[in-house]
């Protein structure tokens, strides 16, 4: 195929125009080092929303032989953290900034290899010299079975002439990631001209910026090989040629996609939206067969309310499902909740808590959870309609608990810009007798998060004026933590949290009352019905005004956006049974008639 051959011959070119090989005479070779397998990867690369990209060819050394410590050293290599995504999607949101990008083409390659290693030579680089003869290499392909053609690909290796010596990191090897990662990291801190002079991030060292006076400001973040950047245009047009001059690579103006992500942006608005819509169409056709077999209808909720924390399953129970793809059906919709879908976080983690022995109910619990997560797919994360209460880069916190055994369950939120940032749900790890411990040791997590990011946000110049409010619905809580006094030796592990509170309480973060109906994890402690969860959803994830913690007087407001939400979730419901359908197609007394039904349960 055309397509192939063009991949192949793109590859193999980089590696001679980087120099990556040299041949050495097999004599001459140092008998101490390792030789290696040269192969051959080939891939087919899809675009977030399902779409054909290209084609793909990457050449990879055969690490798995080599030695630790004698043929590869270091192995670690850094990539951003999701909480650092989305605050970087947060600021270019509020600055209205439009985020571009550059992929770096064969990044490992520009990256010295530390020891020295050999390689067989592949037997195709004979015929990349001379394409000319490639319709005689498929006959005598076609004319060998499976195993004869594996042999062929590995070469002569009874009786060679040369080898090729390795000189820079190439794919395979363990210790490749952390030569590419402290090369590119040595390219954008060091001083200018050999560099790019920016400042790298304490909190997390694959995020970088750089600022010009007067107003001149550029910010960096890296996953492996993909650069997303946004500032103003002197800047970033400066970036993109001083990249571009020392690595090949991808420009995209828009960037549209990062890591599995969607990303929709409208700097004109202000806004910028995560999605993972593909991503979650592909698990949906992964497991869609056991939704017929296992009777799994529509449901506008991921857990019914009736189901608590699950439990593991007992041996009988385990040995029945244990074929069903479980794990890598609640694995699959981890990576979703944890980075676009926070609403989702209760569910898998209740999930996978009974990992290791599920049941056949604990299956059709995660085929409803994946079947609800599909209907949301065109929804995510959206930064820019901020809360009219707080300012758009303004921290704000809430966190909340509840009382159970064996131990409680914890969640804590930090939003900006209208959206999450961080959302963590849990169980505590320590052992609480009473409301009050739990909600006392989750805002000490909560604070210990807060206080995190605002170290953050002060390193990039973008410190916050006020403390950070925390958010809880639990008098006796703040209460306890404004005024502690002697406690029982039972209790001293609460004491501990509370005086380091008190300590940083003020200019750090001040703790503030909120209605338990307004509390917005309340998603991450409990399932919830379906008109709170949509609601205290929407808040967390920006597509909606959060409600007011404490002014009843705008209740009415948050009584006429529930109606609102309601009205959505039964179209929705409506298009999960009877298709996709247009909205205005729906019958007005028929979505009146649902929400009369909840007219008793207003208050």
């Not at 008998?31 to 929303?49: E, G, H, R, S």
């Not at 820079?168 to 954008?188: N, Q, R």
């Not at 909720?301 to 244990?322: F, G, Q, W, Y």
């Amino acid at each position: 195929h055309e397509g192939w051959w063009t991949a192949i011959c793109a590859e193999l070119k980089q590696w001679e125009k980087l120099g990556v090989t040299k041949t050495v005479k097999f004599a001459d070779r140092n008998p101490n080092a390792a030789i290696i397998v040269l192969t051959a990867l080939f891939d087919t690369k899809y675009k977030p929303n399902g779409d054909f990209d290209k084609r793909k060819m990457r050449q990879v050394g055969g690490g798995h032989i080599l030695r630790e410590g004698i043929d590869y050293l270091q192995t670690y290599a850094p990539t951003v953290s999701g909480v650092v995504v989305r605050i970087f999607y947060a600021i270019m949101a509020a600055y209205r900034v439009m985020v571009s990008s550059i992929d770096i083409s064969t990044a490992y390659l520009y990256a010295k290899l530390p020891t020295l290693i050999y390689a067989w030579v592949p037997p195709y680089y004979y015929y990349f010299e001379h394409p000319e003869l490639l319709p005689e290499l498929r006959t005598k392909l076609r004319k060998l079975d499976k195993r004869q053609r594996q042999q062929w690909l590995k070469g002569d290796r009874k009786s060679p002439d040369t080898l090729l010596e390795l000189c820079m990191a190439v794919y395979g090897i363990p210790s490749s990631g952390y030569s590419w990662w402290k090369h590119l990291e040595k390219v954008l801190t060091q001083p200018e001209p050999d560099g790019l002079a920016m400042i790298a991030s304490t909190y997390d060292r694959c995020l970088f910026w750089k600022f010009k006076p007067p107003s001149d400001w550029l910010m960096v973040i890296c996953w492996t090989d993909d650069l997303p950047y946004g500032g103003t245009e002197k800047m970033k047009q400066w970036f993109k040629t001083e990249i571009l001059k020392r690595f090949k690579g991808t420009h995209v103006p828009c960037q549209d996609s990062f890591i599995g992500m969607e990303i929709v942006q409208d700097p004109e608005y202000g806004s910028i939206e995560l999605l993972q819509s593909g991503l979650i169409t592909q698990q949906y056709a992964k497991f869609e067969k056991y939704f017929s077999e296992f009777d799994i209808k529509p449901q506008n909720i991921p857990v019914r309310t009736e189901n608590k924390e699950l439990v593991k399953a007992s041996d009988e129970e385990h040995n029945l499902a244990r074929n069903l793809p479980f794990p890598s059906l609640v694995a699959s919709m981890g990576y979703v909740a944890t980075w676009t879908k926070p609403g989702f976080m209760m569910a898998h983690s209740a999930l996978a808590s009974v990992m290791t022995k599920w049941s056949i109910e604990h299956f059709r619990i995660a085929l409803g959870v994946l079947m609800c997560l599909y209907a949301d797919r065109f929804r995510g994360t959206k930064y820019g309609r901020a809360n009219p209460k707080f300012d758009v880069l303004e921290l704000y916190c809430y966190a909340d608990a509840n009382l159970q055994l064996p131990r409680s369950r914890g969640c804590y939120m930090i939003g900006l810009n209208g959206a999450w940032i961080e959302m963590k749900t849990a169980f505590q790890s320590t052992l609480q007798i009473c409301t009050m411990g739990t909600e006392i040791s989750e805002c000490a997590k909560a604070a210990m998060a807060v206080l995190a990011i605002r170290f953050l946000m002060r390193e990039m110049g973008l410190g916050q004026h006020q403390p950070t409010i925390i958010y809880q619905d639990n008098q006796p809580a703040i209460r306890t933590m404004h005024n502690a006094g002697s406690m029982s030796n039972a209790s001293r592990h609460l004491q501990m949290r509370i005086l380091k509170m008190k300590e940083l309480e003020g200019d750090q973060f001040t703790t503030k009352f909120c209605l338990s109906q307004r509390m917005l994890v309340d998603i991450g402690t409990k399932f919830v019905p379906a008109i709170a969860f949509w609601t205290l959803n929407d808040a967390i994830c920006g597509y909606s005004t959060a409600p007011p913690p404490t002014d009843i007087g705008d209740g009415d407001k948050f009584d006429e956006q529930l109606r609102d939400q309601l009205t959505r979730d039964v179209r929705a419901q409506h298009r999960a049974v009877h298709g996709e359908v247009q909205e205005q197609g729906l019958d007005v007394n028929y979505i009146w008639e649902i929400l009369a039904r909840y007219s008793n349960t207003k208050k």
